[in-house]
């Protein structure tokens, strides 16, 4: 479909330069359909083409002395709303990338932090659990799994049979499973109660 033109355009435009605003607003209620929709077109977006248009308009009224040089108000006018489009479009996919950069890298944060915080609870648990074992328990314990000494040099250590650390360790390997089993999922909703 061919543009109409207003048949005195040109006048008009002379008239908008000198900040007549009927003139202006002659000039806006004619084009602002073809401008609206033609931003529509580009932006898929009502709200934003309506932005569109504002912008269109108020840079039209902003020209002062250079409005006497267009020749095709409507070629003008689409071209302006390209420009915006087009910027808007950049924009928006740059935003859209930086969004996903910032989600992207709190959610890693958020899941070293989560990670973290079940470990600590975890430890926490375990560490209780060791503080309840039968005192020799606790020794063959602490001698073999956190001082890293083999059960030969904790029975000389101790001056117990090598047997004896063995089963020490059974009873307390065994004795921490079954207190982590029961203490475990009081700490994941602990941990589930602090993240929300």
Known sequence: MIPVRLHHEKVLLAKIAKGDRRAFKEIY??????????????LQSRTIAQEVLQETMLKLWQLGDQLLQIDNLD?????????????????????????????????????????RVILNETRKI?????????????????????????????????????????????????????YMQQHTDIAVLLVIWQLI
Do not use: W
């Open 75 to 115: 070629a003008y006018l689409h071209k302006i709303v390209r420009h915006h489009a087009i910027d808007l479009l950049r924009r928006s996919e740059l935003s859209a990338r930086v969004q996903a950069e910032i989600s992207y890298t709190f959610n890693d944060t958020h899941n070293d932090t989560e990670e």
């Open 126 to 178: 375990l560490e209780e659990g060791i503080r309840q074992l039968p005192r020799q328990q606790h020794l063959v314990y602490q001698l073999c799994q956190q001082q890293g000494l083999k059960y030969e040099e904790v029975a000389a250590r101790l001056n117990i049979s090598h047997g004896t650390v063995q089963t020490h360790m059974k009873l307390a390997l065994k004795s921490l499973r079954r």
């Open 29 to 42: 209620d004619h084009y602002y359909p073809r401008v609206y929709h033609f931003a529509f077109r580009l």
